[in-house]
């Protein structure tokens, strides 16, 4: 409802005017050299000014740098695309998703624009002109404007939706299942006893949690591991890093303290990664944790579609490491094919009847497996989507039949 108002304005009732949009597209050069600094400078300086804002972002993400190069993608596709945002429609909801399962208001957003004005101009300096930030300042403004429209519209289904809420609510861990060595799933009930809404499977949740010697909240997605239409939902999480430097924070806390009966924080269900409809063939191709949305993907093709042709390939360093084995081969449809990809397999693994290769998923494989008119949705590790993508596509599947979620902010494969 809100982007039909805002390509309206953008049609010619509050547009930007001529000049703001050949400045902002004439600085895309610029931006494309120094963006990533921009963006490192912009946190530095928002986090300074506004501590409280290190409860809503994931700082092990700012650690690594892949939520500035994230910002500073889109910032710059934004202003290649200023006059006419619509090709970026589905990016930004893709963003609003991940927005609206953090909880960000629309009073977030001038704090935004002002440090990403700020620091425009503290590393472009001269080359900043007045013109060049009064130009950004109501581009800013337009794309802010799009996002609290579309994110308007999420918060109102999130809390409409029968079981529904707005932002956190509590829920209890009602049972703590080990799926392999490294992952543990967690069934969640809301405390107050209420329904759990219902979801498209494929989509996460925002665990919340306050860990005792962190000075911040701690906010995580975690995909939902199940087909919809249970009494709970259940994520699955990997332990990162276990004992290492920088152990993973919010999956190690899950693991070690977060016990059967204890409750946590969560929003409800978010995401653009979703299973279509199609009577078409469906190819999953899942690594290591990477399962989760994709298992409660093939559980709803089961139940809805028993006639769809699937292929499941989960790839895994070994069968220690390789969670819901069972659910996989316990899932029933007249044209179902399983195959497990091992990287480090044991004897005893390679013994599996759906062992098919030690290694990694390539492009042989894939040859070997590829269905015209199939859908591929993939997750895992970033080099095994960079790896695949590549393949799919040099195997000439069109863009749009490839599926793919990152487990943190979203990246250009460079495919
Ligand atoms: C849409 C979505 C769905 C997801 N679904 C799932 C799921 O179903 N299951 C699942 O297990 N995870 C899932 N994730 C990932 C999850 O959200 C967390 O990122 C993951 O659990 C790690 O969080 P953590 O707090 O344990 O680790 P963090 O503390 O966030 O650390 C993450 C990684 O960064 C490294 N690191 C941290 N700090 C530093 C530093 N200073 N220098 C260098 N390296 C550092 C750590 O060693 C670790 O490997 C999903 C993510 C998204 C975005
Ligand atoms: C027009 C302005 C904005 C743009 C272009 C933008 C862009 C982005 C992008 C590209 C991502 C990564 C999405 C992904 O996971 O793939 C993101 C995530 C996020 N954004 Fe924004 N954003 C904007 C405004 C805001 C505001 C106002 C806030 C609140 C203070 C905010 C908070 C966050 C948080 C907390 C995340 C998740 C970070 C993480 O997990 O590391 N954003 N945003």
Known sequence: ?????????????????????????????????????????????????????????????????????????????????????????PVVKQIAQKHRSLAVKPEHYPIVGEHLLGAIKEVLGDAATDDIINAWGEAYGAIADAFIGIERDMYTVATEQEGGWLDYKDFTVT??????????????????????PTYLPGQYITVRVKIPGEPYLLNRQYSLSV???????????????????????????????????????????????????????????????????????????SAEQPKRAVQFIQAVNNGAEQAFKNELTNIHLQDYSLSFVYANPTEADEQHPYFVKKGYVDQELLTNTLKSDADYYICGPVP?????????????????????????PAMQLGA
């Open 175 to 196: 049972d703590k299942v080990q799926e392999s060595d490294v992952i543990t799933s967690f069934y969640l009930r809301p405390a107050d006893g209420n329904k759990v």
């Open 384 to 408: 095994f989507m960079q790896a695949v993508v590549h393949a799919l596509k040099e195997l000439g599947v069109q863009e749009e039949k490839i599926h793919f979620e990152f487990f943190g």
């Open 227 to 301: 087909a919809p239409g249970q009494e709970y939902f259940r994520i699955s999480v990997k332990k990162e890093a276990e004992g290492q430097t920088h152990e993973g924070r919010v999956s190690n806390y899950l693991h070690k303290s977060v016990q059967i009966g204890d409750t946590i924080e969560i929003t409800a269900p978010a995401g653009e990664f979703t299973l279509d409809k199609k009577e078409t063939p469906v190819v999953f191709l899942a690594a290591g944790v990477g399962i989760t949305p994709l298992l409660s993907m093939v559980q709803t093709v």
């Open 1 to 89: 409802m809100y982007l039909k108002y805002f390509f309206k304005k953008k049609r010619g009732l509050v547009m930007l005017s001529e000049k703001t949009i050949d400045i902002v597209k004439s600085t895309v050069p610029v931006l494309e050299e120094y963006g990533t600094t921009i963006t490192k400078t912009f946190y530095k300086n928002m986090f300074a000014a506004h501590p409280e804002l290190l409860n809503i972002f994931n700082q092990a993400n700012q650690e690594q740098g892949r939520q500035q190069t994230a910002l500073s993608n889109t910032v710059i596709a934004a202003a290649k695309y200023i006059d006419n945002l619509a090709v970026i429609v």
